[in-house]
């Protein structure tokens, strides 16, 4: 068996051609949704991170105020820009790219983010709004998961879904998201984490295996069962001397041994990441819309 690949790329290319059309209609009403970025600190990926999404923003529309700051900025200073993008009237969205440098507590600066802003999904007003199935921002990377599965013709509802890593980013609201009663959840599911008792046992049930550990190579194909979906959360940077910049980016499956044994498999890179930078947009758009 070779695994059909999920192609996350594409899909989140066609998501973001339907949303400049929507861009297109709010900006006729006077509307331009605008995102507003923070970057604190000299973080490679988290540079790269950020220049992708600027360029998603002015792809489809998207006003983008960008604020790169030196990893010695201060928490109060920080914390003075983000109630200055918190009263400006041209963003919709804001996003406080994570990791910080150590000195500024993430808390603190997560809670400063206006809730009606918070369009990565992580203040704890949004969170429970979340848990108790209110209207709300979805965290991005476990929303473009089931966009990904739903725009590729995958089952979810019925489905027995187990998610190998318990993160406050991917793995709990991951879980959350698809117990909903709705057209993107419904499915049975099952958490693994570092003090389950024979991972493998639990991973080989699933119907739709998630790998957000965080540890390279952590699934392998001893794990899986014959024909099983299986979505790659994991982004990690493993030694590479063949490689012009002396690395590559690798998930947390064993994509050479897996895609041979599952029936769907996400490629890393190409597969989760663009659909986490889409759903951002599709946040900021909602944000926006509110205001009609």
Aim: with cysteine; proline share 5%; charged share 20%.
């Amino acid at each position: 068996m070779s695994a059909r690949l999920l192609d996350g790329k594409q899909i989140a290319a066609d998501m973001r051609e339907e949303m400049r059309q929507e861009v297109a209609d709010l900006t006729n009403l006077g509307i331009v949704p605008g995102l507003g970025v923070v970057l604190v600190g000299d973080d490679p990926a988290s540079h790269s991170y950020v220049t992708a999404k600027a360029k998603a923003c002015a792809e489809t529309g998207i006003f983008s105020d960008d604020h790169r700051l030196p990893a010695s900025t201060t928490q109060d200073d920080l914390l003075a820009l983000i109630a200055r993008l918190n009263r400006d009237p041209r963003l919709h969205g804001i996003l406080v790219q994570l990791p910080l440098p150590r000195h500024i507590d993430e808390n603190a600066v997560l809670l400063a983010v206006d809730p009606d802003k918070d369009v990565d999904g992580f203040h704890p007003l949004n969170v429970g709004r979340m848990i108790a199935g209110q209207p709300t921002f979805l965290p991005c990377t476990p929303h473009g998961v089931l966009h990904m599965l739903a725009r590729s013709g995958i089952t979810i509802e019925g489905a027995h879904a187990v998610i190998v890593g318990r993160s406050q980013i991917v793995g709990k609201p991951l879980a959350n998201l698809l117990m909903r009663k709705n057209g993107l959840g419904n499915a049975t599911v099952t958490v693994c984490h570092t003090r389950s008792r024979d991972i493998g046992a639990l991973t080989r049930q699933a119907d739709i295996l998630v790998a957000a550990a965080g540890q390279p190579q952590t699934i392998t194909a001893d794990m899986v069962r014959d024909g099983a979906v299986v979505v790659d959360v994991g982004v990690n940077r493993i030694v590479d001397a063949s490689r012009k910049k002396g690395y590559r980016l690798v998930g947390d499956v064993d994509f050479e041994t897996v895609s041979r044994k599952a029936g769907w498999i996400t490629p890393v890179p190409g597969g989760v990441g663009p659909m986490t930078i889409t759903m951002l947009l599709y946040n900021t758009i909602e944000s926006a819309r509110r205001q009609v």
